[in-house]
């Protein structure tokens, strides 16, 4: 039983934080509620656009920080950017312009911190997608972004079965790039060394927090960098089997209380260990 006292939760969002409805348990927002009153801190951690997670704080009332677009924002709970970081739009076209040359089976969509271009806001996987995370791309034309925006994030929506060949293209054309599946049709690029785990350590080192204080709930490959860096990772039951396989610890599904469940047996080990002290 470990003696440390756990500070922060950072939790993906799809998959983890929502059930298949897409919505907050009673239970686990019961768990998260507690949690917060006792002032400690909860991030959402998501490749989430910032203007798809926003109905989901204020759904449910929220008290939380943000880090959106797969680590390339960090919204602090005041709501001002306290961290950005991204790609220039030259190097976004040259990707589209790939996938368009190669004829790659995908849709796309690019983000920043307040923009959603999608390449078309008629497409049935971009409809999907909004009416997924509650919000709409902001346009169809790439020049909306300016010469010096930081674009946070690409996100291609392949067709079932091709994301492996889509996303060995990717990689290996654009070694320079992070390239990381987060659904099994959904393909994220993003900037090396822009990841979940990097804006977690950044948020700690801002908020002076001890990464073995720490605690991550996530479902897919995207979020096991962030998972491997925390005190204690927490793969939700409904992940891959090469994800699960990798942790010590493995809570039920995002459909049966996950979260909740696993801070029950934290917390429980938390008061053992006071009482024992």
């Known amino acids: 039983m470990t003696d440390?006292?756990?500070?922060?939760?950072?939790?993906?969002?799809?998959?983890?934080?929502?059930?298949?409805?897409?919505?907050?348990?009673?239970?686990?927002?019961?768990?998260?509620?507690?949690w917060t009153d006792s002032g400690r801190e909860f991030v959402l951690a998501s490749s989430r656009g910032i203007s798809g997670i926003e109905p989901i704080i204020r759904r449910y009332d929220l008290d939380c920080s943000v880090i959106a677009l797969g680590g390339s924002v960090i919204k602090?709970?005041?709501?001002?950017?306290?961290?950005?970081?991204?790609?220039?739009?030259?190097?976004?076209?040259?990707?589209?312009?790939?996938?368009?040359?190669e004829k790659l089976p995908v849709s796309w969509s690019?983000?920043?911190?307040?923009?959603?271009?999608?390449?078309?806001?008629?497409d049935p996987r971009i409809m999907n997608e909004a009416a997924i995370v509650e919000a709409f791309p902001t346009g169809d034309d790439l020049s909306s972004?300016?010469?010096?925006?930081?674009?946070?994030?690409?996100?291609?929506?392949?067709?079932?079965?091709?994301?492996?060949?889509?996303?060995?293209?990717?990689?290996?054309?654009?070694?320079?790039?992070?390239?990381?599946k987060s659904s099994n049709i959904l393909l994220?690029?993003?900037?090396k060394g822009i990841t979940k785990a990097g804006a977690v350590k950044e948020y700690c080192r801002?908020?002076?927090i001890a990464l073995e204080n720490t605690i991550a709930f996530g479902d897919n490959y995207n979020d096991l960098q962030m998972?491997?860096?925390?005190?204690?990772?927490?793969v939700m039951g409904n992940a891959p089997q090469e994800i699960r396989g990798s942790f010590d610890m493995i809570t039920l599904d995002n459909d049966h209380d996950g979260i909740a469940a696993a801070l029950e047996r934290i917390t429980a080990?938390?008061?053992?260990?006071d009482s024992q002290d």
């Open 188 to 191: 994220e690029v993003n900037p």
């Open 269 to 273: 080990d938390e008061i053992t260990r």
């Open 110 to 122: 690019v983000y920043s911190a307040e923009k959603w271009i999608a390449n078309s806001i008629h």
């Open 145 to 180: 972004f300016l010469p010096g925006e930081m674009i946070g994030k690409i996100l291609f929506f392949c067709e079932p079965g091709s994301i492996d060949s889509v996303e060995m293209k990717l990689k290996s054309s654009y070694p320079e790039l992070s390239v990381a």
């Open 206 to 208: 801002l908020k002076d």
């Open 227 to 234: 998972l491997k860096i925390v005190g204690k990772p927490v």
């Open 76 to 101: 602090d709970r005041d709501g001002s950017i306290i961290y950005e970081k991204g790609m220039y739009i030259d190097t976004v076209r040259e990707v589209l312009e790939l996938s368009c040359r």
């Open 4 to 34: 440390v006292k756990y500070s922060a939760i950072f939790t993906d969002i799809d998959g983890t934080l929502l059930n298949s409805d897409h919505r907050i348990s009673e239970k686990t927002l019961l768990a998260l509620r507690k």
